[in-house]
């Protein structure tokens, strides 16, 4: 099993989640967060006041997939959540040694 995490831009997320619907994903896990890469952030102006934002929001995506499963999730979630400018994201794979549902017991792919 792989979970997959992938920081991506808030205007692409209702797009990454309709087509990761649509390749078999049955759960994922959201959260609002903040960051800079190359990008460094940003200034933007307020009443008439420029001000640097160091900190870009972000959406972080998280998805638990069956090895097979990983390149069409992955494939699909940079499809979509690419813009071609700068900040569009990442997304990072890591190995998971061991799921549990916490309701019925169940391990691994049964419990994903």
């Given at each position: 099993m792989k979970k997959i995490e992938a920081l991506i831009r808030h205007v692409t997320i209702d797009t990454v989640r309709e087509a990761?619907?649509?390749?078999g994903v049955k759960g994922m896990t959201l959260t609002e967060v903040?960051?800079?890469?190359?990008?460094?952030?940003?200034?933007?102006?307020f009443r008439g006041s420029e001000y640097a934002v160091n900190f870009?929001?972000?959406i972080k995506l998280e998805v638990v997939v069956s090895d097979?499963?990983?390149d069409?999730?992955?494939?699909?979630?940079?499809?979509t959540a690419r813009t071609g400018q700068v900040g569009d994201g990442k997304v990072f794979v890591s190995e998971l040694t061991e799921v549990i549902r916490i309701?019925?017991?169940?391990r691994g792919d049964d419990a994903v």
């Open positions: 990761l619907t649509t390749v903040r960051g800079f890469g190359r990008q460094k952030g940003h200034t933007e102006i870009v929001p972000k097979d499963e990983l069409a999730v992955v494939a699909e979630i940079v499809r309701r019925t017991g169940q």
